[in-house]
T-cell receptor
């Protein structure tokens, strides 16, 4: 979905390096999410944010941190990358201001490789 | 905990034949269920959702899903498969915190 963009699209880094993945949305949605996708495991939630001042840990938050700089921006950081963080990372948004059970809209993903 | 399971890693069908991708759920309370599709090198795209109402839900690209409370299932269906339907399909359920809990995914291959 072009309304949700992620940068970079691909990144190769080394163990111990700090990495930031960025997500921006033009949909005006209040909620934003970070997931990682691993083969055979589906998508697992890392962090989610209901608004700028409301950030919550997901299923697998260890080793990650996030920042919601504005309603439209949600960044994911790996403070000290390790090889098992090699995965495809997706940002998603949803709008719960009116309808509480809305679907999520996904960005194109960032493929991260940690050597 | 809210969860879904997709019992098949891979589904193969011939073009023009009906297809079914299976999903079962385990929830406390009312289930809010979703299907997404992922094409190569793309993010997930929403197909359809069940919140309440009719058990047969119609979605994008000719897909539909049948909600079955007694069997705790939410199978994705299409009457006539296309080669372009080949993709990775994910079932999901809304979690307690309004997050989305995904199944492991089913790879659908439609052969000409």
């Amino acid at each position: 979905d072009a309304d949700v963009t992620q940068t970079p699209r691909n990144r190769i880094t080394k163990t111990g390096k700090r990495i930031m993945l960025e997500c921006s949305q033009t949909k005006g949605h209040d909620r934003m999410y970070w997931y990682r996708q691993d083969p055979g495991l589906g998508l697992r939630l890392i962090y989610y944010s209901f608004d700028v001042k409301d950030i919550n840990k997901g299923e697998i938050s260890d080793g990650y941190s996030v920042s919601r700089q504005a309603q439209a921006k949600f960044s994911l950081s790996l403070e000290s990358a390790i090889p098992n963080q090699t995965a495809l990372y997706f940002c998603a948004t949803s709008d719960h201001r009116i309808v509480p059970y809305n679907e999520q809209f996904f960005g194109p993903g960032t493929r991260l490789t940690v050597l | 905990a809210q969860s879904v399971a997709q019992p098949e890693d891979q589904v193969n069908v011939a073009e023009g034949n009906p297809l079914t991708v299976k999903c079962t759920y385990s929830v406390s309370g009312n289930p809010y269920l979703f299907w997404y599709v992922q094409y190569p090198n793309r993010g997930l795209q929403f197909l359809l959702k069940y919140i309440t109402g009719d058990n047969l839900v119609k979605g994008s690209y000719g897909f539909e899903a049948e909600f079955n409370k007694s069997q705790t299932s939410f199978h994705l269906k299409k009457p006539s498969a296309l080669v372009s339907d080949s993709a990775l399909y994910f079932c999901a359920v809304r979690g307690y915190n309004n997050d989305m809990r995904f199944g492991a995914g089913t790879r659908l291959t439609v052969k000409p």
